[in-house]
């Protein structure tokens, strides 16, 4: 399931996974979606390790703006992956 996270400028879309735990280390899946004319940019970015795949559309500028974003918001990502989302938040 994947919980929303943030709207940004043209309604591209930030969601994220609950904890997914592999090999005794735990991961997020954050995924951003951008709707164009025709579909949709798309890409999968895991934290904590900020491992790129899947990526449709979106320019090399987008991705580093996209990583210095999730760098500096991944502490809440994080914590709302393991609290269930902002529905699980206190």
């Given at each position: 399931m994947l919980c929303p996270f943030m709207t940004l400028n043209g309604n591209t879309e930030i969601?994220?996974?609950e904890t997914i735990?592999?090999?005794g280390h735990e991961n997020v899946q954050v995924r951003?979606?951008?709707p164009v004319y025709g579909g949709f940019y798309t890409a999968t970015c895991?934290?904590?390790e900020y491992r790129w795949e899947n990526i449709e559309g979106f320019?090399?500028?987008d991705i580093h703006y996209f990583q210095e974003l999730l760098e500096s918001?991944?502490?809440i990502i994080l914590q709302l992956a393991r609290e269930g989302?902002?529905?699980g938040s206190p």
């Open positions: 969601v994220h996974s735990e592999e090999n951003i979606e951008k895991w934290l904590p320019s090399r500028e918001v991944s502490h989302g902002l529905e």
